[in-house]
């Protein structure tokens, strides 16, 4: 489908950059930070619940954020990071480390 209207739509990249960049430029403004549960996270990363624990034990992997009593969740933003550094080569640092 073509937008005529010439307005800019949420999916239009501005920055002047085309092939894959402009793909994951797309793909980032139409995530919304959410809280994550676990099936969701091991469904997106595509790794067990014993290892997303041991690499959270580690700090190789995003911590759960207590949204409840007993209720936990991964925030949708750090999920989103770690995949991006993994898929880029490189390893995780939480915000804030060096």
């Excluded at 549960?37 to 954020?65: D, N, Q």
Aim: hydrophobic share 35%; glycine share 10%; proline share 5%.
């Amino acid at each position: 489908m073509t937008v005529t209207s010439g307005a800019a739509t949420p999916f239009d990249d501005t920055s002047g950059s085309s092939g894959s960049d402009g793909v994951r430029k797309m793909e980032s403004k139409a995530r919304t930070r959410r809280i994550l549960r676990l099936p969701e996270v091991i469904h997106l990363c595509g790794i067990k619940r014993s290892t997303i624990y041991l690499w959270m034990s580690t700090g190789a992997f995003p911590k759960t954020k207590q949204i409840g009593p007993s209720i936990v969740g991964w925030d949708s933003l750090e999920i989103d990071q770690w995949i991006s550094a993994r898929l880029n080569g490189e390893d995780w640092k939480p915000e804030g480390e060096a």
